[in-house]
């Protein structure tokens, strides 16, 4: 890889980690920032909702603007848009003030990660872009789990401080990026006539009904299920466990943490060994069983130690179940992980309002809901997804077979 590369590579991983620690570090402040103001779950959920909401409309939206007038303008604004955006939420007095800034940050940050894998693409050989989009891959895990740990601690001196320590992380990242960054689409090879658009809800109804459709709703079920854990956690924690903002921070490390070594060191060995099909409905059963031991955890190292099992069942099941529909979708795996990110924010925008809602109910109804939803899932995994897709055919009557 060339010299050169190597920088913006580097630039683009420090602006992805800024990007990543600042959500990381807000995760486990959100339930206090809720409680000061005198809300509960639902109004946790909704702040949860609408950064999910705005990725899935304008990730694509960013994604063909940058077509249009290039990578590096599109990356700035995205950078600029999450500084102002953590400014404005670690001043915010009021509930609507946390919404509007939650949604700005949504609006313009989520140009930031399309366009540096864009960026990635444009300028790397295909020998070498694996390992550049690898490295972004990293720079987001590292984020992930470095952020809630950082946001826990720090927010125990001051629910702001992390981030107003976020938003002058991403100057720092947009200063470098508009001093060192170079554009990589040049403008002979920009699509000027190209059509800007936002998610396209046609094609996620015609994905349903296609090949891969069985897996597109599974995993909504699946995002819709696991967020009524990850939505509502740090209320529970902060309610029934009286936890502060430095063990929420911990055990959403703990999360981060599981996640990033269970993609890295099982999902290869295990899939090349049962395949996919056994794994999501074996993670599926474990992901039901989880809630439950989750809702019986009860002292600090029995929550970060069921925490951590769960987690590890989460992180199989989404990512073996895109590998599956990748290789049951056929040509196009650019749209299909489109499709893919699209039915997955489908749930993290509806499970974090229905779990709001059943927390003020009952702080132990989202995780029987999430069981309940994994239930149903192992159900359709059980009905139509086999091990050779001619076995849909003769197991499975009645059934739309995966293709």
């Known amino acids: 890889m060339e010299t050169s590369n190597r920088k913006n590579i580097a630039i683009l991983s420090f602006a992805l980690i800024v990007v990543m620690l600042g959500y990381g570090m807000a995760i486990p402040l959100f339930p206090f920032y809720i409680a000061e103001m005198g809300a509960g779950g639902q109004q946790l959920g909704l702040l949860i909702s609408i950064s999910a909401l705005l990725e899935l409309l304008c990730s694509p939206l960013w994604g063909s603007l940058s077509d249009r007038v290039g990578r590096k303008p599109i990356l700035l604004l995205g ?234 069942a989460k992180t199989l099941l989404r990512t073996v179940i895109i590998a599956l529909a990748s290789k049951r979708g056929g040509t196009g795996q650019g749209a299909l992980m489109g499709l893919s990110n699209s039915f997955m924010n489908l749930g993290r925008i509806v499970g974090p309002i229905w779990a709001g809602y059943l927390f003020d109910v009952n702080a132990g109804y989202p995780y029987l809901s999430g069981a309940a939803v994994m239930l149903v899932g192992l159900v359709i995994s059980l009905v139509w997804i086999h091990p050779d897709p001619e076995a849909a055919v003769k197991g499975s009557a009645g059934a739309v077979p995966l293709k």
């Open 79 to 312: 950078l600029l848009g999450y500084a102002v955006s953590s400014l404005l939420f670690g001043l915010s007095t009021e509930l609507w003030m946390l919404y509007a800034s939650r949604a700005l940050g949504g609006l313009l940050s989520s140009a930031t990660s399309a366009t540096a894998l864009a960026f990635i693409s444009d300028s790397t050989s295909e020998r070498d872009r694996g390992g550049g989009l690898g490295m972004l891959g990293a720079a987001i895990g590292l984020g992930l789990i470095l952020g809630p740990a950082a946001g826990g601690w720090l927010g125990g001196q001051s629910l702001s401080l992390p981030f107003f320590i976020a938003a002058g992380s991403s100057l720092l990242a947009l200063l470098l990026a508009a001093l060192w960054l170079p554009e990589s689409l040049p403008a002979g090879k920009r699509q000027d006539t190209a059509k800007v658009r936002t998610v396209d809800l046609g094609a996620l109804w015609r994905a349903l009904r296609g090949p891969v459709g069985v897996l597109m709703l599974l995993l909504f079920v699946v995002s819709f299920g696991l967020t009524n854990f990850e939505s509502v956690f740090g209320l529970y924690a902060a309610q029934k466990l009286g936890y502060g903002p430095e063990r929420v921070g911990t055990v959403l490390a703990v999360v981060g943490l599981a996640s990033t070594l269970g993609k890295a060191l099982l999902i290869g060995p295990l899939t090349k060994r049962w395949g996919e099909p056994p794994i999501i409905k074996v993670s599926l059963a474990a992901s039901a069983a989880g809630f439950g031991v989750l809702l019986l955890a009860t002292t600090y190292p029995g929550v970060l130690a069921a925490t951590g099992v769960f987690i590890l």
